[in-house]
C-alpha cells in the first residue's frame, strides 16, 4: 500500500530521483546534429561510458566495447568516408526518380560528425546460445524455442548502453546523436579504429555542445504503442 501511494504522490524512490519530475527531463532529451567547436574533457566522456556499462546484459556478459575519438584527423577521416560512401548513394539515386528525397536526408548521414568534438563507435559481439547448446546436448532441436539468440539479446543489450550514455550526455549539458547513417562506411570506419571480429560496430554517436536550440520531436500517443492487459 505503502509503495502504491509513493507512486502516485510521485514520491522519491530507492535512488532518490522524483519518478514524476524524472519523466519531465526525460523527456527534454533530443538529438542534437549541430555543436560548437569545444573540446569535451576526457574526464566527462568517462562518465558517459562509465553510464552505459550500467545498462543490464543477458547472464551479465555485458557485450560491449566503445572506441571514443577525439584526435581531429581522425574524426575527420571518419566523416569523410561517411560522406564519400553518401555521395557514391546520392549519385545512383539520381539515376532513378528519387533524387530529392535523398538530397534532403542524405547530408544527415555526416554532417553530425563533421562538427562533433567526439566520436564514439559502440560496439557489440555474440556470445555461444547456452540454451541452444544445452538443447541440443540432449538431443533436441533448438530451432523449435525461441532463446536470447533469437532476439540478439547482445544486440539489444549494447542498444541500452547506448541509450544510458545518451542520457549521460544529455545529464552533463552535451549535445548527442547516435547514428545509422555512417554504417553505410563501415568497412572503412572499422579499418580505420582497429575494430574486429568478433565485435561489430553499430553505428556512431556524434557527441558535443550543443549549438542552438532543437525543437521537441513528434512523439506517438501512448494510446497507439502500448496495449493494456489488465484482466
Known sequence: MERGRRIQAGMSGPGGVKGLGM???????????????????????ERL??????????????????TVVT???????????????????EAIIHRGHHAEDFASYGDFF???????AAIVVPQWRDYPDLIADLITSGGGDPSLYHTARS????LCSTSAAVMAMLLQAHAEGLGACWMAGPMIAKPEIE??????E????????????PAGEAPPPGRKPIDRVVQWVEE
Open 23 to 45: 519523466l519531465a527531463w526525460l523527456e527534454t532529451r533530443r538529438s542534437r546534429r549541430v555543436f560548437e567547436d569545444e573540446p569535451v574533457p576526457k574526464e566527462v566522456l
Open 49 to 66: 561510458v562509465q553510464a552505459a556499462i550500467t545498462a543490464p546484459s543477458n547472464t551479465n556478459r555485458q557485450p560491449w566495447r566503445f
Open 71 to 89: 584526435a581531429e584527423d581522425k574524426r575527420k577521416r571518419i566523416a569523410a568516408a561517411v560522406r564519400a560512401r553518401a555521395e557514391e548513394i
Open 110 to 116: 555526416h554532417e553530425p560528425l563533421e562538427s562533433a
Open 151 to 154: 532476439m540478439q539479446a547482445e
Open 191 to 196: 579499418a580505420l579504429l582497429g575494430i574486429r
Open 198 to 209: 568478433p565485435y561489430r560496430m553499430v553505428g556512431a554517436v556524434a557527441i558535443g555542445y
